[in-house]
């Protein structure tokens, strides 16, 4: 119950999984005189373990929990049987490959000054810009220590989007945010699935994507009693309908 909800992502997911591998752990030492609740234990224990074990057909699992500075590797280390974790960190840079730059040309930023710089400057100045590359964003963000929970009260996307975070991590920020945004369960796209199934209706068949997509935003919507802008200005359900409307007609949509 506690992932279903529309503001959990997905690096609850394998915590929320350990906690229950452990709570069925425990109870097949209990009940294990008991052949009653045992093999329903065992059959639950058993099905938990086949999902747990699929979410290593993709590092966004770990990967989100990774991009969580509350918990990083430190959790999984501590966690883990120490077999999975090379793996684990190989699906997690593999998947880091397809958001860092691929250029390894560095360009530096110089000061403005009387007098140019001589060639030795400009060296320095390139070596210590290598140093400090995109490419290693990941390593210098796992080497960073971890984030105190308390000092994150809205959650790891918050974090990511705060300026220092998007200055030194620019690259890896838009990992953090592709993969903290995923809900941690399908609940929430099912029922959007099952909305727009029945906005296409047989005699709204040729609805574009894009305006399929505005009705169900606008549907969601109906669903906030109150529209708080970023002015601090609060608006009523029909105002904010309104105030949306507009905003789409005037950008052509």
């Known amino acids: 119950m506690a992932t279903q909800s529309s503001s959990t992502t997905l690096e609850n997911c394998l915590p929320a999984m350990d906690y229950l591998l452990g709570v069925f752990e425990e109870a097949k ?30 590092a966004a699992y770990i990967a ?42 560095i360009e530096v930023i110089q000061e403005p000054k009387q007098q140019p710089l001589n060639a030795f400057t400009t060296w320095k100045q390139q ?18 220590p971890l984030v105190p929970q308390d000092y994150i009260k809205q959650g790891a996307c918050s974090w990511w989007l705060e300026e220092r975070q998007q200055r030194l991590y620019p690259n890896l920020s838009r990992m953090a945010l592709d993969m903290l945004t995923i809900p941690a369960m399908s ?11 029945i906005t296409i209706s047989d005699r709204r068949n ?5 305006t399929t997509e505005a ?33 789409g007609l005037e950008s052509g949509h």
Request: hydrophobic share 35%; with cysteine; aromatic share 10%.
């Open 29 to 58: 030492v209990r009940y294990k005189d008991d052949p009653f609740m045992a093999s329903r234990v065992n059959s639950v224990w058993s099905k938990l373990d086949k999902y747990y074990t699929k979410t290593n057909d993709s």
């Open 64 to 105: 989100a929990l990774v991009l969580d500075p509350c918990m990083k590797w430190e959790y999984i280390t501590s966690t883990w049987q120490p077999e999975w974790i090379p793996d684990a960190k190989a699906l997690v840079v593999q998947l880091w490959k397809k958001y860092r730059p691929t250029s390894t040309q």
């Open 127 to 144: 070596q210590s810009a290598r140093r400090a590359d995109h490419i290693d964003e990941y390593a210098r963000y796992t080497r960073e």
């Open 187 to 197: 609940a929430a796209p099912e029922r959007l699935f099952s909305s727009a199934n």
């Open 206 to 210: 040729r609805l574009h994507g894009d």
């Open 215 to 247: 009705i169900e935003c606008l549907k969601s919507w109906r669903k906030i009693k109150t529209i708080r802008l970023e002015s601090g200005l609060e608006l009523g359900l029909e105002s904010g309908l309104e105030l949306g409307l507009e905003s």
